[in-house]
């Protein structure tokens, strides 16, 4: 009975820690879960956590959600953006280097 209602089941919701360092990071968080099977995404900044509702059908494994964030620089509790991307990022989102605030940030 369980796994049948596992089953029908069409969307997950889920929220996973996601690492970034100001205002600019949580705009490009936000808008690369604009994407197709992506019903909702909220990340909050605060507590570098993203909230996802998504539909199982087009990202059967979770770690594909967290891929979506690795592959913009932003590793997640299960996947880690890889040096190229992350190097790629503002000066200010290097959330690995300690960078807290981009200029914009601080007006």
Same mark, same amino acid.
């Given at each position: 009975? %369980? =796994?049948?209602?596992? %089953?029908?089941? =069409?969307? #997950?919701? &889920?929220?996973?820690?996601?690492?970034?360092?100001?205002?600019?990071?949580?705009?490009? &968080?936000?808008? #690369?879960? $604009?994407?197709?099977? &992506?019903?909702?995404? $909220?990340?909050?900044?605060?507590?570098?956590?993203?909230?996802?509702?998504?539909?199982?059908? %087009?990202?059967?494994?979770?770690? $594909?959600? /967290?891929? &979506?964030?690795?592959?913009?620089? /932003?590793?997640?509790?299960?996947?880690? =953006?890889? $040096?190229?991307?992350?190097?790629?990022?503002?000066?200010?989102?290097?959330?690995?280097?300690?960078?807290?605030?981009? =200029?914009?940030?601080?007006?």
């Amino acid at each position: 009975m %369980l =796994s049948a209602n596992l %089953l029908g089941q =069409s969307k #997950a919701d &889920i929220t996973f820690g996601v690492s970034a360092a100001c205002g600019m990071c949580e705009e490009r &968080i936000e808008k #690369a879960y $604009d994407v197709k099977g &992506i019903v909702m995404a $909220d990340y909050d900044l605060k507590t570098q956590k993203l909230h996802v509702v998504y539909k199982t059908k %087009l990202f059967p494994d979770v770690l $594909d959600v /967290h891929r &979506i964030a690795a592959n913009v620089g /932003h590793d997640t509790e299960k996947v880690k =953006s890889t $040096d190229e991307v992350y190097n790629n990022l503002h000066g200010c989102c290097k959330y690995r280097d300690g960078a807290h605030e981009c =200029s914009g940030d601080q007006e």
